[in-house]
């Protein structure tokens, strides 16, 4: 499966608790995305990334949040001290290029974080 | 800041009827916008997409539609089937991509 991969795709954590969501871009793509979607709601644009380096991250709550993506390796998402309203379907998706040239980006499977 | 904007949350048609989802947008810096269709426990996946110099884009069964002046781009489906059945999102990219909450199409036997 050439696909974007995360893991976990499930994950419970105890308020305060650390989250850290992994993802696996498309072979041969640098560009990462990561969108987060709350119950009933649509999908919300965190951060931007390219091999290590954070391009937008004007949708990343400026606490407790952060991503990155290096050299080597999965993006990761880390959320600490995890809270209830941090529960939701956190979404990677993945392109070639940069989305300005047209290109589709393409998404993961979701990694669903319960906090309790 | 919502500059992706899918104002009906549910639609629902008839098995053979079309189906016309609709999204309107604030930034006039987008220059390609794209349609997802989503599962439920699964992630978006692509289906159509409109360049901003072009008004028309059409793929078998599914048409895009876009209107510069008016920031407004609609999705038709045509003939619907039951299997259409999913959560659309409109989505519309310059330097990164922006989504609207989404329509939830039901389309009924």
């Known amino acids: 499966n050439a696909g974007v991969m995360q893991n976990p795709r499930h994950l419970v954590r105890r308020r305060g608790q650390e989250a850290r969501l992994r993802c696996s871009p498309m072979?041969?793509?640098?560009?990462v995305y990561w969108y987060r979607q709350l119950p009933e709601e649509g999908l919300k644009f965190m951060v931007y990334?390219?091999?290590?380096?954070?391009?937008?991250e004007s949708g990343m709550p400026k606490e407790r949040f952060s991503a990155e993506f290096p050299k080597e390796g999965p993006s990761i998402l880390r959320i600490q001290q995890v809270v209830r309203g941090d529960s939701a379907a956190y979404f990677c998706?993945?392109?070639?290029?940069?989305?300005?040239?047209?290109?589709?980006?393409?998404f993961g499977e979701g990694s669903w974080l319960t906090v309790v | 800041d919502q500059q992706v904007k899918q104002n009906s949350p549910s639609l629902s048609v008839q098995e053979g009827r079309i189906s016309i989802l609709n999204c309107d947008y604030t930034n006039s810096m987008f220059d390609y916008f794209l349609w997802y269709k989503k599962y439920p426990a699964e992630g978006p996946t692509f289906l159509i997409s409109i360049s901003s110099i072009k008004d028309k884009n059409e793929d078998g069964r599914f048409t895009v539609f876009l209107n510069k002046s008016a920031k407004h781009l609609s999705l038709h489906i045509v003939p619907s089937q039951p299997g259409d059945s999913a959560v659309y999102f409109c989505?519309?990219?310059?330097?990164?991509?922006?989504f609207g909450a989404g329509t939830r199409l039901t389309v009924k036997p």
């Open positions: 990334l390219q091999k290590e380096n954070i391009i937008d």
């Open positions: 989505a519309a990219s310059a330097s990164d991509m922006r």
């Open positions: 072979k041969g793509h640098s560009h």
């Open positions: 998706a993945s392109s070639p290029r940069t989305v300005s040239s047209g290109n589709t980006i393409y």
